[in-house]
């Protein structure tokens, strides 16, 4: 089966939505959760502008793991101009799963930027290269020999930071997110979603019915008008 891709005009589009209208339109189109990759924090990337793009994916496994597959090049290397690098890192890791030069070598053939599930590191080389990276947090640790780099281009699952001493009922935990090769991948201040190519054209028209709302609904409030009678009025509730 062919690999289902979105345009260039389909990404341009979506640059112009948050990733607040984004996930809203897939909550109302029932994904479990709204594309939502939680607890990502923006570290470096130019003030305002968002990130978006396809997704190239990469799985890290511990570095202590020898059962899982070996790359044969360099997921650097292998990573597609024009793509977000998406990690996935185990939970547990302390360690980066990217740094300054990986970094440079990124943006030197032109990948757009880089997404983690775990960490980054080398700060100031990632700001002054205005280089966009979101991650779970920031280390001063490199990636080996912590983690390496097992498989690329394979669908991720993403789940919320461990929630440490808190016990949480399986049942109310947030699911995790899955990530696959070519979804697009939008990430701004907010923080990071991530969009099925299938879903791509009803994401948009929602997203923007969406934000034709939310104008409606800021216009009355301004205005000094109740909460209850604008959202009932533009919203229906």
Not at 27 to 36: E, R
Not at 70 to 79: M, T, V
């Amino acid at each position: 089966m062919a690999t289902v891709r979105v345009t260039k005009e389909q990404i341009s589009r979506l640059a112009g939505f948050s990733t607040c209208e984004v996930a809203d339109a897939l909550v109302k189109l029932k994904h479990p959760t709204g594309g939502y990759v939680p607890d990502l924090e923006r570290y470096s990337g130019e003030d305002g502008k968002p990130l978006v793009g396809e997704a190239f994916t990469v799985e890290m496994v511990d570095g202590r793991d020898t059962s899982a597959p070996k790359l044969e090049e360099h997921f650097i290397d292998a990573a597609l101009p024009d793509s977000v690098v998406f990690i996935s890192t185990p939970a547990h890791t302390k360690s980066a799963s990217l740094g300054g030069l990986l970094a440079a070598a990124l943006h030197v053939k032109g990948v757009l930027g880089v997404v983690t599930s775990g960490r980054c590191r080398d700060l100031q080389e990632l700001r002054a290269l205005e280089f966009p990276v979101f991650a779970r947090g920031h280390s001063v640790l490199g990636q080996s020999p912590f983690t390496r780099p097992s498989r690329i281009q394979v669908p991720l699952s993403i789940s919320p930071a461990p929630a440490g001493s808190f016990t949480q009922d399986a049942d109310l935990a947030f699911p995790p997110t899955e990530v696959h090769p070519y979804d697009v991948v939008l990430a701004d201040l907010d923080g990071v979603v991530v969009v099925r190519p299938s879903l791509i054209e009803q994401v948009l028209q929602l997203a923007q019915k969406g934000r034709d709302v939310d104008e409606r609904c800021r216009l009355d409030l301004l205005e000094g008008k109740g909460v209850k009678e604008t959202f009932k009025r533009h919203r229906g509730k």
